[in-house]
Nanobody, 121 residues
Framework: QVQLVESGGGLVQPGGSLRLSCAAS????????MGWYRQAPGKQRELVAT??????TNYADSVKGRFTISRDNARMVSLQMNSLKPEDTAVYYC????????????????WGQGTQVTVSS
Protein backbone atom coordinates (compact mmCIF):
# COMPACT_ATOMS: atom_id res chain seq x y z
CA GLN A 1 0.00 0.00 0.00
CA VAL A 2 1.10 3.56 -0.73
CA GLN A 3 0.73 6.42 1.73
CA LEU A 4 0.73 10.06 0.65
CA VAL A 5 1.47 12.87 3.09
CA GLU A 6 0.87 16.50 2.11
CA SER A 7 2.42 19.54 3.74
CA GLY A 8 2.75 23.27 3.20
CA GLY A 9 -0.83 24.45 3.40
CA GLY A 10 -1.92 27.45 5.41
CA LEU A 11 -3.31 30.97 5.36
CA VAL A 12 -1.89 33.49 2.91
CA GLN A 13 -2.78 36.98 1.68
CA PRO A 14 -3.99 37.50 -1.89
CA GLY A 15 -0.98 37.80 -4.16
CA GLY A 16 1.13 35.69 -1.86
CA SER A 17 2.80 32.34 -2.40
CA LEU A 18 2.77 28.86 -0.92
CA ARG A 19 4.62 25.67 -1.73
CA LEU A 20 2.89 22.34 -1.21
CA SER A 21 4.80 19.07 -0.95
CA CYS A 22 3.68 15.46 -1.17
CA ALA A 23 5.79 12.52 -0.06
CA ALA A 24 4.92 8.97 -1.08
CA SER A 25 5.91 5.91 0.90
CA UNK A 26 5.13 2.22 0.74
CA UNK A 27 5.29 -0.47 -1.88
CA UNK A 28 4.68 0.24 -5.56
CA UNK A 29 6.36 -1.16 -8.65
CA UNK A 30 6.11 1.81 -10.96
CA UNK A 31 4.59 5.29 -10.79
CA UNK A 32 2.67 6.53 -13.80
CA UNK A 33 1.94 10.04 -12.58
CA MET A 34 1.53 12.24 -9.52
CA GLY A 35 -0.49 15.37 -9.16
CA TRP A 36 -2.65 17.77 -7.21
CA TYR A 37 -6.41 18.18 -7.07
CA ARG A 38 -8.47 20.60 -5.02
CA GLN A 39 -11.99 20.91 -3.69
CA ALA A 40 -13.57 24.15 -2.54
CA PRO A 41 -16.70 24.28 -0.36
CA GLY A 42 -19.78 23.50 -2.43
CA LYS A 43 -17.76 22.57 -5.50
CA GLN A 44 -16.56 19.38 -7.14
CA ARG A 45 -12.99 18.20 -6.88
CA GLU A 46 -10.97 19.47 -9.81
CA LEU A 47 -7.60 18.84 -11.38
CA VAL A 48 -4.92 21.40 -10.55
CA ALA A 49 -1.76 19.92 -12.05
CA THR A 50 -0.19 16.56 -12.88
CA UNK A 51 3.25 15.33 -13.83
CA UNK A 52 4.15 11.97 -15.35
CA UNK A 53 7.21 9.88 -14.63
CA UNK A 54 8.58 11.18 -17.92
CA UNK A 55 8.16 14.79 -16.84
CA UNK A 56 5.12 15.78 -18.90
CA THR A 57 2.92 18.31 -17.10
CA ASN A 58 -0.72 19.31 -17.31
CA TYR A 59 -2.40 22.31 -15.66
CA ALA A 60 -5.90 23.58 -15.16
CA ASP A 61 -6.52 26.75 -17.15
CA SER A 62 -7.32 28.62 -13.94
CA VAL A 63 -3.81 28.10 -12.54
CA LYS A 64 -1.66 28.04 -15.66
CA GLY A 65 1.10 30.63 -15.43
CA ARG A 66 0.77 30.93 -11.66
CA PHE A 67 1.36 27.37 -10.40
CA THR A 68 4.27 25.05 -11.16
CA ILE A 69 4.38 21.33 -10.44
CA SER A 70 7.71 19.55 -10.13
CA ARG A 71 9.21 16.23 -9.09
CA ASP A 72 11.75 16.66 -6.31
CA ASN A 73 12.65 12.97 -6.46
CA ALA A 74 11.04 9.70 -7.49
CA ARG A 75 8.62 9.80 -4.56
CA MET A 76 8.06 13.47 -3.91
CA VAL A 77 6.15 16.11 -5.83
CA SER A 78 5.76 19.82 -5.10
CA LEU A 79 3.35 22.53 -6.19
CA GLN A 80 4.65 26.09 -6.19
CA MET A 81 1.69 28.47 -6.02
CA ASN A 82 2.28 32.14 -6.82
CA SER A 83 -0.05 35.12 -7.20
CA LEU A 84 -2.66 33.38 -5.11
CA LYS A 85 -6.28 34.46 -5.39
CA PRO A 86 -9.22 34.00 -3.02
CA GLU A 87 -10.72 31.53 -5.49
CA ASP A 88 -7.70 29.27 -4.92
CA THR A 89 -9.02 28.58 -1.42
CA ALA A 90 -9.65 24.83 -1.15
CA VAL A 91 -8.47 21.58 0.31
CA TYR A 92 -5.61 20.37 -1.87
CA TYR A 93 -5.16 16.62 -2.34
CA CYS A 94 -2.10 14.77 -3.54
CA UNK A 95 -2.70 11.98 -6.05
CA UNK A 96 -0.54 9.09 -7.23
CA UNK A 97 -1.33 6.38 -9.76
CA UNK A 98 0.74 3.45 -10.90
CA UNK A 99 1.26 -0.29 -10.99
CA UNK A 100 1.51 -2.22 -7.73
CA UNK A 101 3.60 -5.09 -9.14
CA UNK A 102 5.47 -5.95 -12.32
CA UNK A 103 2.52 -8.16 -13.32
CA UNK A 104 -0.18 -5.55 -12.73
CA UNK A 105 -2.31 -4.73 -15.75
CA UNK A 106 -4.54 -2.19 -13.99
CA UNK A 107 -3.51 1.11 -12.49
CA UNK A 108 -4.16 1.73 -8.80
CA UNK A 109 -5.01 5.24 -7.60
CA UNK A 110 -4.01 6.65 -4.20
CA TRP A 111 -5.03 9.85 -2.43
CA GLY A 112 -3.59 11.88 0.41
CA GLN A 113 -5.70 13.25 3.24
CA GLY A 114 -5.53 16.81 1.98
CA THR A 115 -4.11 20.11 3.19
CA GLN A 116 -6.07 23.34 3.59
CA VAL A 117 -5.08 26.41 1.59
CA THR A 118 -6.86 29.64 2.49
CA VAL A 119 -6.29 32.87 0.56
CA SER A 120 -7.82 35.80 2.40
CA SER A 121 -7.07 39.31 3.59
Amino acid sequence: QVQLVESGGGLVQPGGSLRLSCAASGSIFSINAMGWYRQAPGKQRELVATITSGGSTNYADSVKGRFTISRDNARMVSLQMNSLKPEDTAVYYCNLNGWRTASSSRITIYWGQGTQVTVSS
